[in-house]
């Protein structure tokens, strides 16, 4: 199903059907049109609006779920309606695929509310359109199989294609893992965002370092942070921990600071009795 060297023969490019088009459909868009007729549905754009992107052919939804590789590009909390409203166009074999931040939450909704005949396959670009704008190369994919056997194809193309680093994963992992990554770097994000205007002069590198991770996830949609702090099962206990231990250590350097004041008001109280 995934295609080969199918950009020598675009008459025979598949047809690959993206739900959403938001930042990333745009951006699966920029990098999937040489090897696909991409049909895209999204209640933004009219079926066959003009002035769509490269490759891109807007439809209703129906057109677009009837491709044979159907991607939803919408917010997780989103996806249960998406799946609903394009199950009854879904044929068999056809392969479904969500690229949400989160993996277990979009499993179990896939396989509740997809047919039986339907493969199904998790996927997370842990990037997003500011990370990719210098390419794809070297990036990473999360792959988790759901239903089918499709998935080493699909790693195949990806790594063939653009060059991806994937990681074939399982949704609870994923899910562990990205409470850490991401959960706790949009957390931090968050906070210095609102602690803004910072120093941008007289910088050290690691604070610059830290600015860039910043200004990668500034701009994300706020349902990318709900559904990362959110939907994310583990995320809650990652940030429990984070916050206890920053209290614990900002109750360290308190009762340093505490110390040293006493000591200072001794001094003060002993040289003015003298």
């Known amino acids: 199903m995934f295609p080969g060297k ?3 023969r675009p008459h025979q490019r598949p ?3 993206i739900i959403g088009f938001g ?7 920029e990098h999937l049109h040489p090897f696909f007729d991409l049909r895209c549905h999204d209640p933004k754009h009219a079926a066959g609006e003009a002035g769509a992107p490269q490759g891109v052919t807007f439809v209703g939804l129906p057109e677009a779920a009837r491709c044979p590789i159907v991607v939803l590009a919408m917010p997780v909390a989103a996806m249960a309606q998406a799946v609903e409203a394009i199950a009854p166009h879904l044929s068999p074999g056809v392969l479904v695929l969500d690229v949400g931040s989160v993996k277990a939450l979009p499993a179990e909704i896939m396989t509740a ?5 339907v493969d199904v396959v998790g996927t997370h670009p842990l990037f997003g359109p500011q990370s990719a704008r210098g390419g794809l190369a070297g990036l990473k994919i999360a792959l988790c199989p759901i239903r089918g056997k499709q998935a080493p194809r699909i790693a195949a193309f990806l790594r063939r294609h653009f060059a ?3 990681i074939m994963t399982t949704p609870e992992a994923h899910d562990r893992e990205a409470a850490a990554v991401q959960g706790l770097t949009h957390l931090i994000a968050k ?3 609102q602690m803004e205007p910072l120093p ?3 910088t050290t590198r690691s604070f610059d370092l830290l600015m860039e991770g910043i ?3 500034r701009d994300d949609a706020p349902e990318v942070f709900d559904a990362i702090e959110r939907l994310n099962p583990f995320a809650a206990e990652m940030r429990r921990k984070f916050f206890s231990l920053a209290a614990e250590l900002a109750d360290e350097l308190e009762g340093a600071d505490a110390a040293r004041r006493s000591v200072a008001t001794r001094q003060q109280n002993d040289a003015s009795v003298a």
Not at 113 to 117: K, R, W
């Open 113 to 117: 509310g997809l047919p039986a005949h």
């Open 215 to 217: 200004n990668m996830v």
């Open 164 to 166: 991806l680093d994937v």
């Open 15 to 17: 047809r690959l059907g």
């Open 191 to 193: 906070v210095l965002v």
């Open 6 to 8: 199918l950009s020598e």
């Open 200 to 202: 941008s002069t007289m």
């Open 23 to 29: 930042a990333f459909g745009r951006l699966m868009a």
